[in-house]
């Protein structure tokens, strides 16, 4: 036996990479070599360092049928793995070391996008051609988005025994759903105007947006279709198309010939609202709203030059506008409420709005919005609110009375000198408490409901067991079995609506309680579920919840 150190290293660097093949092994596995010399084929093989791998009887017995090496002694190849001494001893008679060429393997992804292939190294034999590897990659399948210049680079410049991507498939593109474009500002501000001297006024809101007759409102944007995909292995994959997007029709509205364009069917003013375009006209009162009246109904807006005295009731589809003063009067609207002056409700007057409330001041009164509430004082009265409460002006100011608020309080002055009981409640839509109420109820009432039906259906099963149904009894028990049937379902629909109201509920409310001058004492202030009473003046902070506390903090936080 007779070879160089360089030529025991060539054939080492080329057993490593084979066994890198088998097992991906790192730099300090052992190792061994395959030496084919005149005298016999021999075998050194070499220990692991450090907490490297040995080498595997197994990994050496398929390395020597595939090198078809003819009657080797496997027990002296065990005992010279066990040993790795380094030293080369010989495991079978002299025979012509056998050349093996490059061969590829390939992968396919699962989801069939990507195209691998994988090269052993060739020993004594030669690398693979272009030719020959695309025909390796057709014949397992894969034809489609193969990278040609990848497969070249990687033919010339090869990495052995390591999965290489050169072909990816095209995936599909979702189509664009259709879309809507308006034509008027849907998010218009409605906040008053801040005179020099601090007052508000009330009177340039710039709140109505008209639209003549036959204007267009809005213009449908069609869909887009998808652009189909396809895989390595050539399958063509579908591709989802938009979704066409209804004309958001309301009321007073007609749609064009060709179906694409929201057109007004009235001259009037636009109104947005639960994702409906309507065009409302608007009925004016010249004066009071009292007995030459009535009680005024009405689908669109209404404006009243004079006051809603006590006892009457106005309810609009869309704004309410009253330019004197609201007594003990109800105002019910789909939009928004202003009141030029403000409102005296004596205990009874009533306001409810479905967008925003403005008024110069509320006094002894009920008020709900849906969204926003900006007055310049409320004295003394129950508030509730889905968005912000904000109180400016010269006077700025929130006593006496309840506030509950879904996000935000605004005020200089919040509470009185004469520690006035001021209840407030931010970080809680309103509604959506007293709905989880209204619902809960609801489920208590209908449970009781289904066992009363449940006994009676037991009561009337006995007497049919029994013989004695009769005909009014048998119609009993089908009524039964009828109103079982209804109060489960509703129960179902109950239970989980409540569970979405609960899990509203229960995440955490981080709404803020802001004061421009002073909160006095007598305030109570709940932020979720957390709750402060304020026993000293607090002035220009901030009220927001940290964990389970409720923090005073500077003004802009």
């Avoid at 050169?166 to 501000?189: C, I, Y």
């Avoid at 010939?257 to 001259?267: K, M, V």
């Avoid at 019910?332 to 002056?341: F, M, N, Q, S």
């Amino acid at each position: 036996m007779n070879k160089s150190t360089a030529d025991y290293f060539v054939t080492g660097v080329a057993e490593i990479m084979s066994l890198n093949d088998a097992n991906k092994v790192n730099v300090n596995d052992g190792f061994y070599q395959l030496l084919f010399e005149n005298d016999g084929v021999f075998i050194a093989v070499y220990p692991p360092v450090g907490g490297g791998k040995r080498v595997e009887l197994q990994t050496v017995i398929d390395r020597l049928a595939r090198k078809k090496i003819r009657s080797f002694n496997r027990d002296i190849v065990e005992l010279a793995i066990k040993k790795a001494d380094k030293v080369p001893v010989k495991i079978a008679e002299p025979q012509e070391e056998l050349k093996l060429n490059s061969v590829a393997t390939t992968m396919i992804s699962p989801d069939k996008m990507k195209g691998y292939v994988s090269f052993t190294p060739p020993e004594n034999g030669r690398m693979l051609t272009f030719e020959e590897v695309m025909e390796v990659l057709n014949q397992n399948g894969i034809i489609y988005g193969i990278n040609k210049s990848t497969l070249e680079s990687l033919i010339k410049y090869p990495i052995y025994s390591e999965m290489i991507c050169v072909a990816e498939g095209t995936p599909p593109v979702t189509g664009k759903n259709g879309s809507v474009e308006f034509h008027f500002d849907r998010m218009r501000d409605t906040k008053p105007t801040i005179l020099d001297d601090g007052r508000v006024d009330f009177r340039e809101l710039n709140l109505i947006q008209s639209a003549e007759k036959g204007q267009v409102l809005c213009t449908l944007i069609p869909p887009v279709r998808g652009t189909p995909g396809k895989t390595v292995i050539g399958t063509d994959i579908s591709a989802m198309d938009g979704k066409p997007l209804a004309l958001p029709r309301g009321r007073n509205v007609v749609v064009s010939e060709d179906g694409t364009q929201l057109l007004a069917n009235l001259s009037g003013q636009i109104n947005y609202s639960e994702g409906k375009v309507n065009v409302f006209s608007t009925h004016e009162v010249p004066a009071d709203v009292d007995n030459s009246t009535g009680n005024i109904n009405f689908i669109g807006n209404v404006s009243i030059r004079g006051n809603v005295l006590s006892g009457f009731v106005v309810e609009a589809g869309g704004n309410v506008e009253v330019m004197g003063v609201v007594e003990g009067a109800i105002i019910k609207a789909g939009g928004d409420i202003i009141l030029r002056r403000g409102m005296q409700g004596m205990g009874k007057g009533v306001l409810i709005s479905g967008g925003d409330i403005i008024s110069r001041y509320i006094e002894n009164s009920n008020v709900e919005a849906k969204n926003n509430i900006k007055a310049e004082a409320i004295m003394h009265s129950n508030i509730k609110c889905g968005n912000k409460l904000e109180l400016s002006g010269r006077k700025g100011l929130l006593v006496g009375g309840t506030c509950k608020v879904g996000n935000e309080i605004i005020a200089k002055v919040i509470g009185s000198h004469m520690y006035t009981l001021t209840d407030i409640e931010v970080g809680v839509d309103p509604t959506v408490r007293e709905r989880y109420k209204a619902v809960k109820d609801n489920v208590i009432s209908f449970e009781a409901d289904l066992r009363k039906a449940e006994q009676a259906i037991n009561i009337l099963k006995k007497l049919e067991i029994a013989g004695a149904l009769t005909p009014d009894k048998q119609e009993m028990l089908a009524k039964s079995m009828r109103t079982r049937v209804f109060l489960s379902n509703k129960l179902i629909e109950l239970k989980e609506e409540m569970e979405r109201l609960e899990s509203k509920l229960q995440q955490d409310a981080y709404g803020k309680v802001r004061a421009y001058n002073f909160i006095y004492p007598g305030t109570k202030v709940a932020i979720g579920s957390c709750m402060m009473y304020v026993k000293e003046n607090l002035q220009y902070c901030t009220l927001y919840r940290d964990g389970a506390d409720i923090r005073v903090g500077p003004i802009d936080k």
